[in-house]
């Protein structure tokens, strides 16, 4: 079955301790996004990566960092986290110029 | 710079019937792809219909319709028939096809409510 996983899907942690969410994807997509979803704000691109190796930022990316090391995988990294990270995310994927696919969020929670 | 507006919060709608939910954009990118996405009470985000700018005919899929107008950088969803289980969270999404290889930017949503 095609899907994108992320791992874990809720989250309560403290400030300051770093935390990795995992996404991974098994269609062999190019493109791969991170974003979070806010009440009344939609959800905002934080970064997205357009192959293995190759990251760029998206339109929040303060507070956060991400790797692609390998094609199917891309974590989202939260070196320190704060409480304005507490949101729902979601990792995604695409084919060249396919329609994106979700996973099926991580609710975070940073007390 | 790209921006989707989606100026209904908050929409109701009789099962059984249809409903339009309205969403406009802006872009000076020739090229580009419409999205919606439904999103339920338990979070994922699924997608339900695409548009490209230079398809001649508006999409269907199923239930779901989408009324492309160009000139007036519009793409409204329709949902025909409503279902109880079409109660969610509807989001409205372009990506410019040219220029960089940016993902998706989304409108703020239309919390739909199909009453029994």
């Known amino acids: 079955e095609a899907q994108v996983t992320q791992n874990p899907r809720y989250l309560i942690t403290v400030t300051g301790k770093k935390l990795t969410v995992t996404c991974s994807q098994n269609m062999n997509h190019e493109y791969m996004s991170w974003y979070r979803q806010d009440p009344g704000l939609g959800l905002r691109q934080i970064y997205y990566?357009?192959?293995?190796?190759?990251?760029d930022k998206g339109d929040v990316p303060e507070g956060y960092k991400v790797s692609r090391k390998e094609k199917r995988n891309f974590p989202l990294i939260l070196e320190s986290p704060s409480p304005n990270q507490t949101s729902l995310y979601f990792c995604?994927?695409?084919?060249?110029?396919?329609?994106?696919?979700f996973g099926p969020g991580t609710r975070l929670l940073v007390l | 710079a790209q921006k989707i507006t989606q100026t209904q919060p908050g929409m109701f709608v009789q099962e059984k019937e249809a409903v339009t939910l309205d969403c406009t954009y802006d872009t000076s990118d020739p090229s580009y792809g419409l999205f919606w996405y439904k999103q339920p009470s338990s979070g994922e985000m699924i997608f339900l219909i695409y548009?490209?700018?230079?398809?001649?005919q508006n999409a269907t899929e199923g239930r779901y319709s989408l009324n492309f107008q160009k000139a007036r950088k519009s793409a409204n969803l329709v949902i025909s028939a409503s279902q109880l289980g079409d109660s969610a969270m509807y989001f409205c999404a372009m990506r410019e096809i040219g220029g960089s290889a940016r993902q998706l930017t989304f409108g703020s949503g239309t919390q739909l409510t199909v009453l029994p």
């Open positions: 995604a994927s695409r084919g060249l110029g396919g329609t994106q696919y």
């Open positions: 990566s357009m192959n293995v190796e190759v990251t």
């Open positions: 548009q490209g700018s230079y398809d001649q």
